[in-house]
């Protein structure tokens, strides 16, 4: 990856959140970038990936309006708030407000 000024940079920034989600190898093409880079710059950059579809896509910290389970999707990409970069290595489930268990329908 070449030198990126901060014009280019802000400009990336900006199409990924206009984007909402978006993959790893789009960030690749976006920074003209190694896997192992774009990988360090999801980290730096703090976003979220998603907890389904085999953590394929992320987001931008300011792009998801998290509900007061902390979970946001976006069409059928799933995003939690808790855990690291998202991913919710501490369960999700543990953080969700259900007033009483037998609430819970599993069909």
């Given at each position: 990856m070449g030198k990126i000024t901060e014009g280019?940079?802000?400009?990336?920034?900006?199409s990924l959140e206009e984007k909402k989600i978006f993959t790893l190898d789009t960030l690749v093409s976006f920074l003209s970038c190694?896997?192992?880079?774009?990988?360090?710059?999801?980290?730096?950059?703090?976003?979220?990936?998603?907890?389904?579809?085999?953590?394929r896509y992320y987001t931008m910290p300011s792009v998801p309006r998290f509900d007061d389970?902390?979970?946001?999707?976006?069409?059928?990409?799933?995003?939690?708030?808790?855990?690291?970069?998202g991913h919710p290595k501490s369960p999700t489930c543990g953080?969700?407000?259900?007033?009483?268990?037998?609430?819970?329908?599993?069909?």
């Open positions: 280019e940079l802000a400009r990336i920034l900006n190694s896997v192992p880079t774009a990988r360090l710059k999801l980290k730096q950059w703090g976003t979220y990936t998603s907890y389904n579809q085999n953590g389970n902390g979970l946001w999707h976006y069409s059928e990409i799933y995003f939690s708030q808790y855990g690291p970069d953080h969700l407000k259900i007033p009483h268990p037998a609430s819970l329908i599993f069909q």
